[in-house]
């Protein structure tokens, strides 16, 4: 879902970096006020294993793309929202700097449609109500289920909306939408399983890791700490994370990701 700069004029690139912007600056001061070290080492290792997951691309059967996981409800769920926005957006940066996965001028779009969505909307509107205290196996299998495709049908809808206000390509709109929304479904219904089953292991291992209240405002002010995992759950996690990130190369399908085969379905060439 990773937009290109061929897809935004400066205008919409500008003002989506602003409102990227803002949301990182308020995510910054909100895991500063928290001042709570023992998530630090979590929010590590979990960006490395984010952004891991995210270099594996796999194959959507009978469409001829690919699709990879995001990452930002399992972030939000261990860190909160804004702890799991600010480490999701590090994954982003990196990518783009490092590895060219979106544009430059698009990385506001692209922090919006995956980070902002995921872990400020997706999470706290969907998420918590369906998942409630996380005692139920079926809840949180479902709440994760539902949650994340309304993540991935919700980024499909902003990048839609972006490159149409944008105006540079002359892709018709609704046409593009209804290929974005059908490609993402099946990748959010695997990322829906992936991440329930995710957190039902972590659940067994730590249950007081789910569900916390951290980096977030309190009415009364209070410091409001997380459960420190165990620090072979930690291991485990960076373990997997250095593993995935070892064989991604190997395994990762060379398909076009749910956007590209989006856009050769409706212009009929790729996304340059």
């Excluded at 205290?133 to 539902?146: E, T």
């Amino acid at each position: 879902m990773h937009m290109t700069d061929a897809l935004v004029s400066p205008v919409v690139a500008g003002s989506m970096g602003v409102v990227s912007g803002v949301l990182l600056v308020v995510a910054a001061r909100r895991v500063k006020q928290a001042d709570d070290e023992a998530v630090v080492p979590l929010m590590g290792v979990m960006g490395a294993f984010v952004f891991a997951v995210q270099m594996l691309n796999f194959a959507i059967p009978g469409t001829g793309a690919s699709g990879h996981l995001v990452g930002g409800v399992l972030l939000a769920s261990l860190l909160g929202p804004w702890g799991g926005f600010l480490v999701l957006t590090s994954v982003i940066v990196i990518q783009c700097l490092l590895f060219a996965d979106g544009g430059l001028m698009a990385l506001g779009c692209n922090i919006f449609n995956m980070a902002a969505c995921s872990t400020l909307l997706a999470y706290p509107l969907l998420f918590r109500p369906l998942a409630g205290n996380g005692a139920s196996r079926r809840r949180l299998f479902a709440a994760s289920l539902v949650t994340c495709v309304a993540t991935l049908e919700l980024g499909a809808v902003c990048v839609a909306v972006e490159t149409s206000l944008s105006g540079i390509t002359a892709l018709p709109f609704f046409r593009f939408l209804l290929f974005m929304l059908a490609i993402h479904l099946p990748i959010g219904l695997c990322e829906g399983v992936a991440t329930a089953t995710l957190l039902g292991f972590v659940r067994q291992q730590r249950s007081g890791m789910l569900w916390p209240v951290p980096f977030s405002a309190s009415t009364d002010s209070r410091r409001v700490t997380v459960a420190s995992p165990r620090w072979h759950l930690w291991a485990g996690l960076f373990l997997a994370a250095l593993l995935l990130a070892g064989f991604a190369w190997w395994i990762a399908s060379a398909l076009p990701d749910g956007l590209e085969w989006s856009v050769e379905q409706v212009a009929g060439e790729a996304l340059q």
